[in-house]
């Protein structure tokens, strides 16, 4: 009796543990977070390694961050840029991933494929294009 009851402790502690590991954001341990931009930036036309470079260097991954300025998920938008772009729950990673993506895909399709055009991702699409520490951090990141 001992043993199903400890059995059923460590089942209950597992289940807890992963449920409290996503609640916080933690998907990308598990592969979800990196598969998610994987499929958005496919559907947005965003080159892969862009895309992964550019969700890493803005949350590493966690779609529960959040900045002083506001920003939040794993693509940290703005809120009005997110509100514009038709997002709900900043902190729901399809969502604010496939958001993100869409708002990169127009940030390049205005500064190009390289380092301006993603560093409008970051000054916002109706900057004039020119090449940041920002941009060349993601573009290193992407090894570009």
């Keep these: 009796m001992r043993h199903l009851t400890f059995a059923a402790l460590v ?7 992963a449920s409290d590991a ?7 341990q598990t592969g979800h977070v990196p598969a ?3 499929h958005e930036a496919a559907k947005a036309g965003v080159p892969q390694r ?16 959040r900045n002083r300025s506001g920003a939040a998920g794993a693509g940290q938008l703005m809120p009005a840029t ?4 038709g997002v709900r729950n900043v902190f729901d990673c399809r969502q604010n991933i496939a958001a993100s993506m869409r708002y990169l895909r127009a940030a390049i399709n205005r500064g190009g ?7 409008l991702y970051e000054t916002g699409v109706g900057a004039r294009p020119r090449c940041s520490a920002y941009g060349r951090r993601v573009m290193r990141s992407a090894s570009l």
């Design 22 to 28: 996503a609640a916080r954001g933690r998907h990308h």
């Design 82 to 85: 997110a509100r514009s772009l």
């Design 50 to 65: 862009i895309a992964h470079a550019v969700i890493k260097t803005e949350s590493g991954y966690n779609c529960r961050a």
């Design 36 to 38: 998610i931009v994987s």
């Design 11 to 17: 089942a209950l502690a597992t289940v807890t543990a």
């Design 113 to 119: 494929a390289g380092c301006a055009g993603v560093s």
